[in-house]
C-alpha cells in the first residue's frame, strides 16, 4: 500500500518533531491497531525514538492516509480500550 501525505500531516508531524519516514512504518507495519469507535478511523501504534505514538489514518484504494499523530501512554490507550473508545482491529 502506498501512503499518501497531506499538508496537514507533514506540517503537524514537522512541529511535533516525529519523522516522516517512521511514521509511514508504522503505519505500514504495526501489529497494534485499533478502530477508533468515535471516528470510524483506525488507529496504528509504534515507537518513534522512545516516545509512543498512534497515528489515525483513513484507508481507500490502496492508499493509506494518515490523518495525524499524537504522542501517547499504555495508560491512555488502555482507558480507551476499556470505556470502548477504542477496539482491536
Not at 516516545?51 to 501517547?72: K, Q, S, W
Request: aromatic letters at 10%; hydrophobic letters at 35%; charged letters at 30%.
Amino acid at each position: 500500500m502506498e501512503v499518501a501525505w497531506t499538508e496537514y500531516f507533514r506540517y503537524r508531524a514537522t512541529l511535533r518533531g516525529f519523522d516522516l519516514d517512521r511514521i509511514e512504518e508504522i503505519v505500514k507495519h504495526s501489529t497494534e491497531r485499533y478502530v477508533d469507535t468515535a471516528t470510524d478511523r483506525r488507529i496504528a501504534v509504534g515507537r518513534c525514538r522512545k516516545t509512543l505514538v498512534l497515528v489515525p489514518y483513513d484507508t481507500g484504494n490502496e492508499v493509506l492516509t494518515p490523518i495525524t499523530v499524537h504522542a501517547t501512554t499504555r495508560r491512555q490507550i488502555a482507558f480507551r480500550v476499556q470505556t470502548g473508545r477504542f477496539v482491536h482491529e
